[in-house]
DNA sequence: TGTCAATATTACGTCTGACGTAGTATGATT
DNA sequence: AATCATACTACGTCAGACGTAATATTGACA
């Protein structure tokens, strides 16, 4: 069983933000920490990853940089959480808390309706 | 606050087929059902409504029968969920969950994070 | 009697986010 | 030398949500 890619969406950029919430962060580190996190239960996209950063970066939810010396010498484009989008990632926050509790009321879970009732 | 239309997304369906699991209904009523059920807090849109049936009908989870001659006399469309359907709502209902629960690594809620920390 | 609100649905078009496919380039490993 | 992991970028497609609008019936109200 996979997740959704139909839930998730919208809310790829929340799990972003709290990844950069910290520190900043690059695509590749994101992606196997969101990995990492989820139990190996949600495995981003490398495109969804790298189309939210640029969406995020046009919304002025994060910003980028450049480092050409880091540890293994490769270039990579790290991103900063802004103000901005630590205002929305606790709206979203908000709004996930509101959504759950919606979806839940139409939502069975364990035996209920396994049957054949 | 209002819900975010991209979580929902996918779960339109599911919400819809629980709405139809004790008996046939139609778009209005059910669209009724969704605002009542979820204390005003999702007003799901007449366009995915309706859309989200004709998906469905084409998915086989739903069959629709007319019906002219109702308490008001008014034409009406209604729509019966098949045994896909029910195994399809089933499958969306354990979706769910498995989603939330990787969702929630990433959310915070409360007075976490609503300061500069 | 005319109009308005609620009911009940259909048509058409747009937008966005996810993702498939593919390609580039470097450093590390075998 | 070949392959793998890293670190992206480009381009195009698809589906679901939704904006706008049109249509038709019934009941209420003035």
């Known amino acids: 069983m996979d997740i959704s890619s139909d839930v998730i969406r919208g809310?790829?950029?929340?799990?972003?933000?709290?990844?950069?919430?910290?520190?900043?962060?690059?695509?590749?580190e994101?992606?196997?920490?969101?990995?990492?996190?989820?139990?190996?239960?949600?495995?981003?996209?490398?495109?969804?990853?790298?189309?939210?950063?640029?969406?995020?970066?046009?919304?002025?939810?994060?910003?980028?940089?450049?480092?050409?010396?880091?540890?293994?010498?490769?270039?990579r484009t790290y991103y900063r959480i802004t103000e901005a989008g630590r205002k929305y990632y606790r709206e979203k926050c908000e709004e996930w808390v509101l959504t759950q509790e919606v979806v839940e009321k139409f939502i069975l879970k364990g035996d209920n309706r396994n049957g054949n009732d």
Request: no cysteine; aromatic share 16%; net charge positive.
């Open 30 to 75: 994101i992606s196997k920490q969101i990995k990492t996190l989820s139990d190996g239960k949600y495995i981003i996209k490398e495109t969804t990853l790298y189309s939210a950063f640029t969406r995020m970066e046009k919304n002025g939810y994060i910003e980028s940089f450049s480092s050409q010396s880091t540890d293994t010498g490769k270039r």
């Open 11 to 28: 809310y790829n950029d929340t799990m972003i933000l709290y990844l950069l919430w910290e520190q900043p962060s690059y695509g590749y």
